[in-house]
Nanobody
Framework: QVQLVESGGGLVQTGGSLRLSCAAS????????MGWYRQAPGKQRELVAH???????RYADSVKGRLTISRDNAKNTVYLQMNSLKPEDTAVYYC???????????????WGQGTQVTVSA
């Protein structure tokens, strides 16, 4: 099995910063994609940012220039540095990993348990 452990959420004032981390562990052969999604109350889950194995990144327009995704391949960990936070960034943030387990040939998507980020006005 593949386990994802998220950390770094919390309460911050407008304009503040937080750093989220998500570490993947288990019988992992390779990780193709690591990313962050978020879901605010009453809204659908949406992509925040992802990074693929080659290092290419994709961001939601609403976070460009403020949030930065990075990964440490040696640690199977993805980070989300969040600066200049706004109240509309308030949501539960979920880590997503697309990985291949050892002795398999199929990639699967795995999700973290979510971490709350609250930005006060």
């Amino acid at each position: 099995q593949v386990q994802l452990v998220e950390s770094g959420g919390g309460l911050v004032q407008t304009g503040g910063s937080l750093r989220l981390s998500c570490a993947a562990s288990g019988s992992i052969f390779s990780i193709n994609l690591m990313g962050w999604y978020r879901q605010a109350p009453g809204k659908q889950r949406e992509l925040v940012a992802h990074i693929i194995s080659g290092g290419s990144t994709r961001y939601a327009d609403s976070v460009k220039g403020r949030l930065t995704i990075s990964r440490d391949n040696a640690k199977n960990t993805v980070y989300l540095q969040m600066n200049s936070l706004k109240p509309e960034d308030t949501a539960v943030y979920y880590c997503k990993v697309i990985a291949r387990k050892v002795f398999t040939t199929i990639d699967y998507a795995y999700w973290g348990q979510g971490t709350q980020v609250t930005v006060s006005a």
